[in-house]
């Protein structure tokens, strides 16, 4: 973690670009254009036994999230592939091409490379969108805003711990580890309201904390108010220990937003049907996040969730 | 190579937007943005002992050419960064902050991630550029045409060689393979002008031989007329043998284009001075390349260049 952040700190140093948005984004935004590159890894993003079907969707997904997180639009992406197997390969291309077309999205560009024998896989994905008519960033909450959250939380964390149990499982959280959907619509109807938005990757403790963090307040997040799915609470339970979990579980690829009061009924109305936007706690003045359980204070969980250790 | 041409094949059948070029391009045009995007392995594109600054410096170098064979100028670049250690991780920004600079490139952003213990490093960038008034593609190249080059072959595959046999050696060609030229001014003087254009990467032949499919033409390659730099020929003479290693090396970044009859007083009015214009065949009717050394026909090399073996 100290590598990652005091790299990232290297990096911000040179990213002075306007359109950079001062590294404090998972996006660059040039002219009406959002840009953003994700990588994932094998053995690290995804498990050397997931379908390459479901590693190109999740490859999409995650990359897209980014977008919707900023309420724009996908436009197309560049693929960096490391080459496999044939069957592996041909098998990846399905999964593109499925991804690509539901989210309407053109395959532009990219590079191929081999890797060493054995070397586990890494895969880059570029994708470009464009922005509607606000690209919320992550620096522009306010104290009296509430947060909310589109989507739910710890489904993907669970999957992977059922997977890891038993590499032959499946169901909905198996399908949540592995193809997680990114929000295009429900960031759409979030972001003209929203004065600060970010996906849920890396979890909501850990991301609601770089939000706060950027928008120099601090925020009250209610445990019992986060949303968990049916096949979750199925799994894991609905207690306090199930709900810091899912705090902290990561690659949930919800939506995570700063409304100012007011603006519920505004979003609601945008939102596409189905979907579900749950308040889950509030922005106060001062730093760092506040867990609470329906009130009673909640000491923080010893991992706000998951950081890249070198 | 015959994964990679068949996965390639695969991906070409998803990229029907007209912003992918065909995906018979090294880059993407979305209005006047140039995007493009590489990867390099540890182990393959560069040696685990290569210095981390001058890894920086290739990474920008191999991707910022993609925009040069366009005659694009940069705007911006994301990073996907995978962590090694503290030392190397510092190493290569103080290196990304010299190219960047060295180029007026922006960083915008991008994605930092961790492998697990002891996998090769795997690096990728997104480069945008704003093209100029034409931005040249493979295809458009026409018998009649001559076949130009502008920087000289064998460098870098001969500075590879001399590292492979003693890693501590240093000097020009050592140079070359670590820290190429992403070649902006030469492209933007050549971009005007060029019926087809691109980057040598992967050897001059199998470079030639991309364009000449892509343009549907054959082509004529004088072996004599090849420029080689004093340092290569020092190191590997000037006989057949060496300009055959030099027109398969590999990693050279010159920029190869095709150029009507009657355009080259107006290309090297714009050239940035020291930069050599030299012409090394034609494009002619029919398909494939037709090697001579001076007008004595060569048997081509058993293999062409650089692909990538899965």
Redesign the interface.
């Known amino acids: 973690m100290?590598?990652?952040l005091?790299?990232?700190a290297?990096?911000r140093?040179?990213?002075?670009?306007g359109?950079?948005?001062g590294?404090d984004?998972?996006?660059?935004l040039?002219g009406d254009?959002v840009?953003?590159?994700?990588?994932?890894?094998e053995?690290?993003?995804y498990l050397p036994g997931d379908p390459a079907e479901s590693v190109a969707a999740k490859l999409v997904a995650v990359t897209l999230s980014d977008l919707a997180a900023k309420g724009a639009v996908p436009?197309?992406v560049?693929?960096?592939?490391?080459?496999?197997?044939?069957a592996w390969?041909?098998a990846f291309?399905g999964g593109?091409?499925a991804a690509?077309a539901e989210y309407d999205c053109?395959?532009?560009?990219?590079?191929?490379?081999?890797?060493?024998h054995g070397?586990?896989r890494?895969l880059?994905l570029?994708a470009?969108g464009r922005a509607g008519a606000r690209v919320p960033d992550r620096a522009g909450g306010r104290a009296g805003d509430g947060l909310w959250l589109v989507g739910t939380l710890g489904d993907s964390a669970a999957g992977l711990a059922v997977l890891l149990a038993d590499a032959t499982a499946s169901g909905p959280l198996v399908e949540a580890y592995r193809r997680p959907r990114a929000m295009i619509a429900e960031g759409r109807a979030l972001a003209p309201q929203a004065s600060a938005m970010m996906d849920v990757s890396d979890g909501l403790l850990i991301d609601a904390g770089r939000m706060a963090a950027a928008s120099k307040v601090g925020m009250a997040v209610d445990l019992a108010a986060l949303p968990l799915s049916a096949a979750f609470i199925a799994q894991r339970g609905n207690d306090r220990a199930a709900r810091l979990f899912a705090a902290t579980g990561g690659d949930d690829y919800a939506l995570l937003a700063a409304l100012p009061p007011g603006t519920e009924a505004m979003v609601r109305k945008s939102l596409p049907s189905g979907a579900q936007l749950v308040r889950i706690g509030e922005l106060v003045a001062g730093a760092g996040i506040a867990l609470h359980d329906a009130g009673a204070p909640v000491e923080p969980p010893e991992s706000p969730g998951y950081e890249?250790?070198?």
Not at 13 to 17: D, G, S
Not at 25 to 28: I, Q
Not at 106 to 116: E, R, S
């Open positions: 100290t590598g990652e005091e790299f990232i290297g990096l140093a040179l990213a002075t670009a359109a950079a948005r590294f984004d998972d996006v660059a040039l254009l840009l953003t590159h994700d990588m994932i890894a053995g690290v993003h436009i197309g560049l693929l960096g592939y490391c080459l496999c197997d044939g390969d041909r291309v593109l091409r690509l053109a395959l532009l560009g990219g590079d191929t490379i081999a890797l060493p070397a586990p890494v880059g570029t470009i890249h250790h070198a």
